[in-house]
Every structure is written in structure tokens, then in C-alpha cells.
């Protein structure tokens, strides 16, 4: 099993630090997400780990070993950072038998990288006439070409129909199951929900937090519970006794702050209070995001005001 590991990784563009001594390991077995705002570094972070940008410090190997050190590095890493990369002229398929040839990799592979990518009914058009959509299924074929241990992927979702969503969710579940490495980065936070099990989220090219998603949201969102009653009396004296309160939903219902669902219908059911409705607010992966981003900016306007 192959691990993607980053080592005091820092690169410089002249006096612009775009990643700044950045260490994490990405396991494998899992979807790990790449989060971070715009600038935060996960490109160049992308890059570094290809070969495509040389760091002024630290290094970014794969089970150890350098992208540029993989004599068929299609076997090794696959990897999608830019779906307009294949020739506009040449066909899907050809464009990937190309790859295929200089990897040394079996023709067979092409046709089941068009089928799992749902690219073979359309493999012989010429890619200039492909949506950005199929560019993307394309680069991500090109990417599987070499049933390689690690894959990473730069914004896959983007283009892709909402079948092309629920797909690529789907694959990279896959992935994960079968033991593959994967590091995906995105702006979709409702996305990476869905099929991330871990989280790199970078900020101004610094590490800000490396844990699984669930206790990445938990640790910053509290969950609480919604309820509706015909007896709002009955319900604030109940939780009132349980040290809780309810705040006012605006919509006939009830929001109890920092409460599990369970523990609220068991006292509810107690107390006699009668309940039309009962639902537990998980915190959301933007809701955690935007709080751990907003704490972040605050921290560097208090630091640059020191
Ligand atoms: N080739 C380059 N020359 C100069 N500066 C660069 C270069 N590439 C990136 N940068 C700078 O490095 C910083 C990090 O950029 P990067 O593209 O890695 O961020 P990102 O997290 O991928 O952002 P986005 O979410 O917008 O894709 C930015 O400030 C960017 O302007």
C-alpha cells in the first residue's frame, strides 16, 4: 500500500510563499479531501507531488519515492489536474493508446478505461468536440489508465451533469474500497461530504487541520435537535430542568442547542410533553469549513494588527 507523504514541503514564486513547511501523510483505503480557499496552495501542493514545479524546500514522495524516480509513473500515480490537457485533434481512445504505448501498458486497458469512464460510446470523436463534462470523464480514464495504487484527482466534479456527480462519488468510493490512496480537492463542500473520509484543509499554505471528516464537522459545529410541540410550556420548563433551553425556530418550532435527539425525546416522553415533530441537526461540512476559515481570518487580522 502506497502512502502519499509531504515533508516540510515549501515553495516560493519570488517573495510569495504559495506553501509554506507543509506535512501530512494521505493513507490509503480512504477518500481523503483536499479543502482550502482559493490560493491556499493545494495546486501547487498538486504540482509539487507530480514533478511539475520544483519545492525550495522539503519533499513530496509517494510509498517514498519521487514521481520524477517512477520509470512508468502511470502505474504508480494517475492523476487529473487539468482536463484540457489531451490534444483537441486526436480521438479519446487514441489519445489514450498514446499513453498507454509510453507506458508500456496494455491495449485492453484503454477499453476499460473508456467503459468505466462511460466514454466508449463516444471513444472515436475527435476531443475538441467534447463537452467539458466528457473532458473530464477523459482525464479521469487517463488517470485509471494504469490501475495505479494512488490516484489524485484536482476538482473532478467540475462539468459533470448531475449523473456524472452521483458517478464520480461512486468511483471514488471504489477506489478507496480497493485499497487505492486517493486525494481528491474540491469547492463543493456538500460534495466532499459525500464521499470524503478524511480531510487536508490547507490556508495560506499551511496545514490547518489533517482528521477524519465526522470529527472534523463535530469538533467545530454542535449538533442540535428541532422540535415542534402543541405545548411550548411543558417543553422549556422539561429542559429547563435538564439544564437545556429551546430557542424560537421562527416557523412554530423549537431549536435545543448542543442536544442529541435520543436524549431529547427520552425527556420529552417523561415529562409528557406532547411532540409533532423531532429531528437531529447534524453540523454540515460548509458549516465547519466557513468556521474553521473564519477562525483562521480572524487569527491573521489580529496578527497583522499586533
Ligand atoms: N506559477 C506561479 N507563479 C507565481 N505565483 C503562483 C504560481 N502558482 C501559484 N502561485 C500563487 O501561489 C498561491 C497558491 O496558489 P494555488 O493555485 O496553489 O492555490 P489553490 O489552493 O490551488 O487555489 P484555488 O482553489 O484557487 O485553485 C497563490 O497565491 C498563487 O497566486
Known amino acids: 500500500m502506497t502512502s502519499i507523504d509531504v515533508q516540510d514541503l515549501t515553495k516560493e514564486y519570488g517573495s510569495r510563499r504559495a506553501v509554506d513547511h507543509l506535512t501530512f501523510r494521505v493513507e490509503p483505503g480512504r477518500v481523503t479531501g483536499f479543502l482550502g480557499p482559493n ?7 498538486l504540482r509539487l507531488l507530480l514533478g511539475l514545479d520544483r519545492p525550495t524546500n522539503g519533499t513530496a514522495t509517494f510509498g517514498g519515492r519521487a514521481y520524477a524516480d517512477f520509470p512508468e509513473p502511470l502505474r504508480a500515480v494517475g492523476a487529473l489536474l487539468d482536463a484540457g490537457a489531451a490534444h483537441g485533434s486526436r480521438t479519446a481512445r487514441d489519445h489514450l493508446r498514446v499513453l498507454a504505448a509510453s507506458n508500456r501498458l496494455p491495449e485492453r486497458r484503454v477499453d476499460e478505461v473508456l467503459e468505466e469512464t462511460g466514454l466508449a460510446p463516444v471513444a472515436r470523436r475527435r476531443v475538441r468536440t467534447y463537452s467539458l463534462g466528457m473532458r473530464q470523464r477523459l482525464g479521469i480514464a487517463a488517470a485509471l489508465l ?8 484536482d476538482e473532478p466534479s467540475n462539468g459533470l451533469d448531475p449523473e456524472g456527480i452521483v458517478w464520480i462519488r461512486g468511483l471514488l468510493r471504489r477506489l478507496a474500497a480497493q485499497g487505492r490512496t486517493v486525494l481528491v480537492s474540491s469547492h463543493l463542500m456538500n460534495e466532499t461530504a459525500s464521499f470524503a473520509d478524511h480531510l487536508v484543509v490547507l490556508g495560506r499554505g499551511r496545514l490547518l487541520a489533517d482528521l477524519p471528516l465526522r470529527a472534523f464537522i463535530d469538533t467545530r459545529v454542535q449538533p442540535s435537535v428541532r422540535v415542534r410541540t402543541s405545548d411550548p410550556a411543558a417543553l422549556h420548563a422539561a429542559l429547563a430542568r435538564h439544564g437545556l433551553r429551546a430557542d424560537d425556530s421562527g416557523d412554530g418550532a423549537w431549536t435545543v442547542p448542543h442536544a442529541r435527539v435520543d436524549e431529547i425525546g ?16 447534524e453540523g454540515t461540512l460548509e458549516e465547519a469549513y466557513l468556521d474553521l476559515t473564519a477562525t483562521e481570518a480572524e487569527f491573521t487580522a489580529q496578527h497583522q494588527e499586533a
Open 39 to 45: 490560493g491556499a496552495g493545494k495546486s501547487t501542493t
Open 146 to 153: 494504469g490501475d495505479p495504487p494512488v490516484v489524485l484527482l
Open 266 to 281: 427520552r425527556l420529552a416522553s417523561e415529562a409528557g410533553v406532547p411532540l409533532l415533530e423531532l429531528a437531529a441537526r
